[in-house]
């Protein structure tokens, strides 16, 4: 996808839908006097209808610099602007009808004790006080989104496979409408077979609903399937950011290079067919 330039085709410059300016988090540390930074000066831009692939090692950051990118977590330093405007002027509600989350583990993130329906509606609830045929319209026209039948809405999450549960995160993240999507390893909790039906419903989520995604991954498959640009953290930096195409292909950091050859061939034309191989195997 050629979709990483911050103009538009026309010319005119793209709107910014998430934007991290110099991002600093810093955690302290029992016994020790210097906090410990994970995430250290980070300016990252997510533009609008664009979706932004997040790579690292495990520890690299990447949690963290979303769940700041998400409202979760107040920087130390440095601040985070949502369509232009301070992410903490926002209210929880407000912040809720533009930017969802989608978490690796649809298992841990579900409450097992309520039916499908109420779980898909609770961000519609308590965000305004819609009548129950709303309700149970738009839990439906969500299942249908996301391809599951409508007689789910009365099922517990418990009854549900893995995949099928990520489906229903997916529908309440989508309930309210948001424009983007911030996504930390939405795939990596799910059986290999599974993992390209969810990567095939979030790219066609994209296309129906418009929305921006942040996704944090470790499937080459999102990067190279589901993104138009990756950013590379390396202990709390951004040390690589372009397109898919320039960055899978012609790495210019040695560490995007060793972290992209431990699942990929360093030869661009292998590691295309390696990405395409992997893809048909997913
Ligand atoms: N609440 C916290 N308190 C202290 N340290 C933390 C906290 N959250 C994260 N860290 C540390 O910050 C660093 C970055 O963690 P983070 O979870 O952002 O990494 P990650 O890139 O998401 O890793 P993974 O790929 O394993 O999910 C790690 O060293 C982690 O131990
Ligand atoms: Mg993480």
Redesign the pocket.
Known sequence: MSNSSPFKSSGAPRTIALEAAAVTRE???KGKKLP?T??DTVSLRLYEGESLALV??????????SRMMLGLLAPTRGDVQVFGRDISTYSRLELARIVQPVFQDPYASLNPRKRLHDVISMPLRASSSPSRDEIRSRVEELLRHVDLPLSFAERFPHELSGGQRQRVAIARALINRPKILVC??PTSALDVSVQSQILDLLKSLRAEFGLSYLI?T?NIGVVSELSDRVAV?YH?KIVEEGSVDSVLSDPSNDYTRQLLSAVLPIDPDQARAAIEAAISTL
């Open positions: 955690f302290p540390v410990f994970a995430v690292g090692e495990s520890g690299s950051g990447k949690t963290t610099l930390d390893e944090v470790h953290m709390g």
